[in-house]
């Protein structure tokens, strides 16, 4: 049965209902009976909507209505139950991490004291991702404590507070595959003295080579320096600057840098660019 019939029988059953929803998850005409359920008593199918609601709004043709799921979203946040809060935090904290507003911090601060810790923590990466001011004691809490989990010290990393750079320090070891990768961009995104002259370096070298466009350049620092821009696009245009610097008059590599992710990333963080 399709999620319409579903949604309009007061008997359906609320796992086949939020699997219905899951379902619909990717259908553009889904996004009205999705909103529609976002009171339904049981706690899966809330769950579902929110889940489906971050992906449902993110539709171009969906757009326009996204504030609808913004405001389901922020409502979900308070749920009676954890793991729709949990889903809630992440929807508006992450997966919407583009709308901002004095209504969507206050639903993210409100949960970092939630009971439950995957909201607890998903509401933090949210507010840090903002650059809320209120993750940052939030943040040094969680960093002074010997069981951190990853999206603790990405928070770190998304605030980027040079006094966090000691404890991330505390917790370089332990961490496996994309996870260390990650710790290391949070320890550079916290160094006092910057994103790493290392890394600024490497990048010269890689435009200089052509870039992405060079079959034989090793991407290793352009690997290095989209871990940062995961957590913190803001820093692009930093990040842009040092490189431009370090390209002095190769307008060859200066083109390459102006015309790749970096330089369009920067760009949108209010960097001039090198080629104006």
Same mark, same amino acid.
């Given at each position: ?8 029988? *007061?008997?359906?059953? *609320? ?48 757009? *326009? ?100 750079? *000691? ?64 957590l913190a696009p803001y820093r692009a245009g930093e990040l842009a600057g040092a490189v431009a610097a370090r ?30």
């Open positions: 049965m399709d999620l319409t019939t579903l949604a309009g029988d *007061p008997t359906s059953e *609320p796992d086949d209902l939020a699997g219905a929803v899951d379902a619909a998850a990717g259908e553009v005409a889904a996004f009205g009976p999705v909103l529609g359920l976002v009171d339904h008593d049981a706690p899966a199918v809330r769950t579902a909507v929110a889940r489906a609601l971050p992906h449902l709004a993110a539709m171009e043709i969906n757009v *326009p209505f996204a504030p609808l799921a913004v405001d389901a979203l922020i409502s979900l946040t308070a749920d009676p139950d954890g793991d729709v809060r949990n889903w809630a935090c992440f929807g508006l904290g992450t997966q919407m991490d583009e709308v901002d507003g004095a209504t969507v911090r206050e639903a993210l601060a409100a949960r970092l004291t939630d009971r439950h810790g995957e909201a607890r923590r998903e509401a933090l990466i949210g507010l840090a991702r903002r650059r809320d001011p209120r993750a940052l004691p939030a943040v040094r809490a969680a960093l002074c404590r010997s069981d951190v989990w990853l999206l603790e010290v990405e928070a770190a990393g998304a605030l980027g507070d040079s006094s966090l750079h *000691p404890l991330v320090l505390r917790h370089l070891d332990g961490w496996d595959g994309g996870a260390a990768r990650t710790v290391a961009a949070v320890a550079r995104l916290t160094d006092p003295d910057g994103l790493g002259d290392d890394l600024v370096d490497g990048l010269a070298v890689w435009y200089r080579c052509g870039g992405p466009l060079a079959a034989d350049a090793d991407p290793g620092w352009w690997r290095i320096a989209l871990d940062l821009l995961e390209l002095g008059n190769d307008h060859h590599a200066l083109g390459a840098l102006d015309d790749s992710t970096l330089g369009a990333i920067a760009r949108a963080h209010g960097w001039a660019g090198v080629l104006q």
